[in-house]
């Protein structure tokens, strides 16, 4: 026998839409701050602010903005060493 017209229904569904239902996580949200945080940290931003806002689109539909400031960047010009013992010779 064949599968019912439910399942294979749904099925097709799951087919057409192209990927599994995601459930917001606030848990998950903050992590993604954090790494937005850690990377923007990384490229010299030394005190990015992340803010993140999640809007209802419909009952079951959501959407997450993430609204960040960099501000300016750092850079080094030069690096010294107080001991020579302890620098590293170029």
Do not use: H
Not at 42 to 55: E, L, R, V
Request: hydrophobic share 30%.
């Amino acid at each position: 026998m064949g599968e019912s017209f439910v399942v294979s229904g749904f099925s097709d569904f799951l087919k057409k839409t192209g990927e599994k239902p995601v459930i917001i996580d606030s848990l998950k949200t903050r992590k993604t701050r954090n790494r937005f945080k850690d990377y923007y940290f990384a490229k010299g931003y030394f005190n990015p602010t992340i803010k993140s806002s999640t809007d209802s689109l419909s009952p079951k539909k959501a959407k997450i903005t993430y609204s960040i400031t960099t501000g300016k960047a750092s850079f080094l010009d030069s690096i010294t060493c107080s001991n020579e013992t302890y620098c590293i010779k170029w």
